[in-house]
């Protein structure tokens, strides 16, 4: 069975750094892109990005082009979204998911992580 | 960025039939997708390219996409259908997919 199980909850203050992470385990090949979303409560999905794990090729979405930075290491299929300095409105809820490669949806989904900045 | 519009909240009594609109400038040109997302749970894949269902999603839930509108419906409703659901699109520009607001659908 696929699936990506992601890290923890995280509480953060505002100007720390952060990373979390999303493993991907079941997957026959490495056809495929992972990406990183973003959730606010009783709002909408914002794509922040994608990277292919085969060799690290990352797209940005432009809205969040040099606000995060999202690697991969391809020896445990782990795909990580990490920001140098948290901002409060950074809060969120963040899903990451996969896409096969020609796809353009998500057909597996990370459970989420929450993402609390506050000081 | 590409807007598509939903409607914030569909009511629908069980048994009966919910549509879910999805609206945007020529997005029977585009390809849409579909995600069900209930409270607390990761969203997940309903309808992929117009009107295709993955595996496991029953035959109740279906698409089109013509026009200005695409559509998901919902035969059959039942109280496990009581969820938001987005409808997606993928932005050729930025390359990237964009989502709609999602739209709560309630079961009375």
């Known amino acids: 069975e696929v699936q990506l199980v992601q890290s923890g909850a995280e509480v953060k203050k505002p100007g720390e750094s952060l990373q979390i992470s999303c493993k991907a385990s079941?997957?026959?090949?490495?056809?495929?892109?992972i990406g990183w979303g973003r959730q606010v409560p009783g709002k909408g999905l914002e794509w922040m990005g994608f990277i292919y794990p085969d060799d690290s090729d990352t797209r940005y979405s432009p809205s969040f082009q040099g606000q995060v930075t999202i690697s991969v290491d391809k020896s445990i299929t782990t795909a990580y979204l990490r920001w140098s300095s948290l901002k409060a409105s950074d809060t969120a809820l963040y899903y990451c998911a996969t896409r096969g490669l020609g796809l353009y949806y998500m057909d597996v989904w990370g459970k989420g992580t929450p993402v609390i900045v506050s000081s | 960025s590409y807007l598509l519009t939903q409607p914030p909240s569909v009511s629908v009594a069980p048994g009966k039939t919910a549509t879910i609109t999805c609206g945007g400038d020529n997005v029977g040109s585009k390809t849409v997708h579909w995600y069900q997302q209930k409270a607390g749970q990761a969203p997940a894949l309903v309808i992929y390219?117009?009107?295709d269902r993955p595996s496991g999603i029953p035959e109740r839930f279906s698409g089109s996409n013509s026009g200005n509108t695409a559509t998901l419906t919902i035969s059959r409703v039942e109280a496990g259908d009581e969820a938001d659901y987005f409808c997606q699109v993928w932005n050729t520009d930025s390359d990237h997919p964009e989502f709609g607001g999602g739209t709560k659908l309630t079961v009375l």
């Open positions: 390219y117009d009107a």
């Open positions: 079941g997957y026959t090949s490495t056809n495929f892109w």
